[in-house]
């Protein structure tokens, strides 16, 4: 089909919403911008489906290449399912850990160049996390004798893990984990303890809100986010209407010894959602667009039925919502051909086509770009963008 009027352009969007009050408080005359000042929010539209994520309801999200894995697109190549493609052909290989010499998974951090790497030590109480800098530089892709099989081995140490001030490590439930868009904090759980932020540059820990829960019958699917400054995260439950953000510019310091969460101002939006949408039953997933712009993925009901629409939640005077860089276009643009596309771009409803390879998620990710995204779309008009 001969497309017309293609367009090559690279917009800010401004999108407003009117701004509502919030009722809950913090700390009287605070200017902190989650906390206490006012909120806005804005239902942007109905979705027929989730964000493709690492592990069941994670908070990761990737790009599904089949249906036995979901990629991460990292600063060294992409991570799916426990094992990395490098510049070695277009082939996933598993790594071989430094620590314990068996190939145990790899876990991405999204537009880093630190690799996390899980083992499973003895006394077991959750996966223990071991961090590596400049990942593709320590590994080298190697031929076992014993069955021909290719793999990526560790040539040196880990340059930090995870464990608090007294050198105890701390466990993790791994789907409950997210990174910043720029990809140097983290938030996870950590089993019957605490929610642990980490500066991926020195590996210090904050335990910043309650641990959940775990036993053998039950495990939380967490929701969490963090803003590119480590300043804000938020956390919530699957299927559940409550989600909290802490300030963690406010938070005590943390013990040498982590057993329980320290004091950090904090905000019950999911209240704030629920009062402004009072058929809101469930919140789905959350994403920080950057530090003043909260995206929740949830679920409302219209009469009896169900439905699921992603919303925008501000704080303070962000009234407008801005991308550093947002790419409209056609196929040209969108990287028709280049494959590795965003979920739900490439089924039998949406041919948009629109690829991770294409130009704007490189532009984004080479320019460190906060936030950048492209809704460019295979056979895109002029028509399409005005009206």
Request: charged residues 15%; negative net charge; aromatic residues 12%.
């Amino acid at each position: 089909m001969r497309k017309q009027n293609r367009l090559r352009v690279v917009l800010a969007v401004v999108t407003l919403a009117a701004t509502f009050l919030a009722t809950h408080t913090v700390m009287a005359g605070s200017t902190l911008p989650w906390i206490n000042s006012s909120l806005s929010i804005q239902k942007q539209a109905d979705t027929q489906s989730l964000p493709d994520t690492v592990g069941s309801n994670g908070n990761i999200d990737c790009y599904r290449i089949n249906e036995a894995i979901c990629s991460v697109q990292t600063g060294y190549g992409q991570v799916g399912s426990g094992a990395v493609m490098m510049d070695y052909g277009n082939r996933f290989y598993p790594v071989v850990s430094y620590v314990n010499n068996t190939a145990d998974n790899i876990f991405p951090i999204p537009n880093s160049t630190t690799a996390i790497t899980v083992t499973n030590d003895l006394p077991y109480d959750g996966p223990h996390l071991y961090f590596n800098y400049n990942f593709s530089s320590i590994v080298e892709l190697l031929v076992s004798p014993v069955n021909n099989k290719k793999s990526f081995i560790m040539q040196r140490p880990p340059d930090g893990r995870l464990e608090d001030l007294s050198h105890h490590r701390l466990a993790t439930d791994l789907v409950s984990a997210s990174f910043s868009q720029n990809g140097q904090w983290m938030v996870v759980s950590d089993p019957n303890v605490a929610m642990l932020r980490i500066n991926l540059r020195t590996f210090e820990v904050l335990p910043f809100a309650p641990g959940f829960t775990y036993t053998s019958g039950y495990k939380p699917q967490v929701k969490t986010a963090i803003t590119d400054d480590g300043r804000y995260a938020v956390v919530g439950v699957y299927g559940s209407t409550g989600f909290t953000i802490y300030d963690l510019n406010t938070c005590e310091a943390p013990p040498p010894a982590i057993t329980n969460e320290v004091k950090c101002q904090w905000r019950d939006a999911g209240s704030y959602l629920k009062q402004q949408f009072p058929t809101f039953t469930a919140t789905d997933s959350l994403r920080f667009m950057d530090d003043r712009t909260l995206a929740v993925y949830a679920n409302y009901m219209v009469g009896v039925q169900r439905h699921t629409a992603r919303f925008i939640i501000r704080a303070g005077n962000n009234s407008d919502y801005q991308q550093d860089y947002l790419a409209l276009g056609d196929s040209y643009i969108s990287g028709e051909g280049a494959f590795d596309y965003v979920g739900a771009t490439d089924t039998a409803t949406n041919k948009c086509h629109l690829s991770l390879l294409a130009y704007p998620y490189l532009i984004g990710h080479d320019l460190n770009y906060d936030s950048y995204h492209s809704v460019a779309c295979a056979g895109a008009t002029t028509d399409d963008l005005i009206n």
